[in-house]
């Protein structure tokens, strides 16, 4: 058995005790009559007149010194605890623990505290490892030796993963319960709240200040344009203002840089043009900051060729005019059709008047589909619906006068599932947007075609904005954490990480989910190959101001005993003042003038 702490920091106070000796060194003076002074007339002569006296302290002087000593060790809250024999380490692997504090990173100096840890265990302890994303797993087998989690704790690595939304007070606690462990204990850059029982929270870091690429996107201007434009966004996560130099690289030189400014708790564009083209291109912000990961993304501009799409309706004379749109690459086939065509390697298939069984692993727009669909409910039709509301800013919005967007016929629509409504009637929303395995969804209550041009500016602005929303292919890629998308044409091929990493393309359409790291993925088969950006998109991970507490909650299951001292703190100090105050005005020490 053994005593620890839960507060520790309160045991500092225990230098404050000395303080409790100033009341008796200070002579208080009192008045006392005398009829003749002639006796003290020597002493006066001989006083120091100096305000402190011999010390004497009363009995009661060591009462209250007890009450305060007590009240300190409560404060603390002392608990009687074994070295524990079955142990879990909690290891918080996320991005935020490649912040730097100082000369090491926070993943570096969690690492060194479960060292440490696992130092102070029994040689008979067994101990789980366990990270945190992309999920809370554990790590290698169970019921390891100190020393052979030492091994395997030197092999971690962070990730460039935001951690999950997940109530690690709730998670912990649950997990300790389970599997029955004495200690669990979690390192993480997080503060805690509260006492967990058989959770300790070890928390690693301190606030910093923080810069983060939020957005970088290569595209064309339109869709047979053969010039590149890049827009860059940055967010400026403290409260200070910044004057940063943004530099585009391209084949591992600097293309372009320039001077920008980001205002406190701000976001601030940039833009580039005229560059010569690459095969993938990075922004990055030269600075050091609290995270280096997030000065930094990647994008791939869009193939020279068109946006091929496969068009699937059993009306398919309103779609042909899709063709001049230069820069498209249009096929229509009928709804019996499209199982056959469905692999062709197509970047958007709209379905007018129809609908697949199953969502397509593809870009795909549902124009007024069936009932029987697998995104929407399909309410009644309404003519002449009037805008009532839309989502701006949006990139399906953007230079739409909704005042003269006036669909001809229209049914509302309400999601089944998720979705985002971008613009709405009165009866319901008329466009729904998703995005969901890194494909984008879009599901018209209206129908936007024929595409007539100026006969019809705001419909046509409207059906030019869901193309460009569409012809996502390379620009900025998915979030890390998203998985890629394999199609017919990788089969036989192999997908290479930004580390190096090798992975055979077998079983297709399938999906790739070790997204771990940020960088330029290759799925290279023969001489072709595919670049895809990857980057680190979570805002609130480069967020290093702000950290959201873990809040844990007491557990009378937990192995040691509870601190019942600290229940009884609040009566301690009620008495040790009552005491001070008796003492100090009823019994104070006399001197004589």
């Known amino acids: 058995m053994a005593m620890e702490f839960l507060n520790p920091t309160a045991l500092y106070a225990f230098s404050l005790l000395p303080f409790l000796l100033i009341p008796y060194l200070i002579r208080r003076p009192t008045r006392v009559l005398f009829s003749s002074l002639l006796l003290f007339k020597d002493l006066s002569s001989r006083s120091p007149g100096r305000p402190w006296g011999a010390l004497r302290l009363p009995p009661i002087f060591f009462l209250q010194l007890l009450l305060l000593a007590l009240l300190i060790l409560a404060l603390g809250e002392p608990v009687f605890s074994f070295r ?72 971690l690595t962070p990730y460039d993963l935001g951690e999950p939304p997940v109530e690690y007070g709730l998670e912990l606690s649950r997990l300790a319960g389970e599997k029955a462990y004495e200690r669990l204990f979690f390192l993480t850059d997080r503060p805690s709240q509260g006492q967990g029982g058989a959770v300790r929270v ?35 996560f403290s409260s200070r203002q910044w004057k940063v130099k943004l530099a585009l690289k ?27 083209v690459h095969p993938h291109y990075e922004a990055e912000l030269d600075l050091r900051d609290g995270l280096a990961l997030d000065n930094r993304r990647f994008a791939v501009p869009p193939p020279a060729q068109g946006l091929k799409i496969l068009a699937i309706s059993p009306r398919p004379q309103a779609l042909h005019s899709l063709r001049s749109i230069p820069g498209l690459d249009l096929r229509v086939i009928s709804p019996e059709d499209y199982r056959r065509s469905a692999d062709e390697g197509h970047g958007l298939e709209i379905f007018h008047f129809s609908a697949p069984a199953l969502l397509p692993r593809n870009h795909a727009l549902l124009v007024l589909p069936p009932e029987q669909n697998p995104l929407v409910e399909v309410g009644n039709a309404i003519s002449q619906p009037v805008i009532g509301g839309w989502r701006e800013p949006h990139a399906l919005t953007r ?21 985002e409504a971008i613009i709405e ?39 030019l904005n869901l193309l460009r929303w569409f012809d996502n292919r390379g620009s900025s890629g998915v979030g890390t954490g998203e998985p890629l998308a394999l199609r017919a044409e990788h089969r036989g091929g192999v997908l290479l990480t930004p580390r190096g990493e090798k992975f055979p393309v077998q079983e297709v359409p399938a999906l790739f989910s070790q997204t771990f790291f940020q960088g330029i993925y290759r799925v290279a088969r023969g001489k072709e190959s595919e670049l895809i950006a990857v980057n680190f998109s979570d805002s609130r991970e480069a967020d290093l101001s702000v950290s959201i507490p873990v ?43």
């Not at 992309?134 to 704790?153: C, F, H, N, Q």
């Not at 708790?265 to 005229?274: D, E, I, N, T, W």
């Not at 739409?400 to 967007?405: D, E, K, Q």
């Open 250 to 276: 391209g084949g591992g030189k600097v293309l372009s840089s320039q001077m920008i400014a980001v205002g406190p708790r701000k976001s601030a564009r940039a833009s580039f043009q005229g560059f010569p």
């Open 202 to 236: 070890i928390s690693i870091g301190r606030p910093q200040e923080n810069l983060a690429l939020t957005s970088f996107e290569v595209a064309r201007p339109s869709f047979a344009s053969p010039e590149l434009v890049a827009k860059v966004e940055v967010t400026n």
């Open 84 to 155: 524990p024999s079955k142990v879990a380490l909690v290891l918080d692997n996320s991005a935020s623990m490649q912040a730097s504090d100082g000369s090491k990173s926070r993943f570096e100096r969690a690492r060194e505290e479960a060292s440490a840890t696992l130092g102070g265990l029994p040689s008979n302890a067994r101990v789980d490892l366990y990270v945190t994303v992309p999920r809370l797993e554990r790590v290698g087998e169970e019921a390891l030796a100190p020393k052979e989690t030492s091994g395997l704790l030197a092999k």
């Open 551 to 593: 809040r844990l909650s007491a557990d009378p299951e937990a192995a040691g005993s509870p601190s019942f001292l600290f229940s009884l703190w609040p009566y301690l100090l009620l008495l040790s003042l009552l005491l001070l105050l008796f003492e100090w005005y009823f019994n104070p020490p006399v001197t004589q003038t």
């Open 399 to 419: 230079y739409l006068n909704f005042a003269l967007f006036r669909p001809a016929y229209a049914r509302p629509l309400k999601p089944l599932f998720f979705g």
């Open 425 to 463: 009637g009165p009866q319901g929303a008329l466009a729904i947007a998703l995005e969901r395995g890194g494909f984008r969804y879009l599901v018209l209550g209206f129908d936007p075609f024929p595409y007539l041009g100026k006969e019809n500016l705001p419909m046509s602005v409207f059906t």
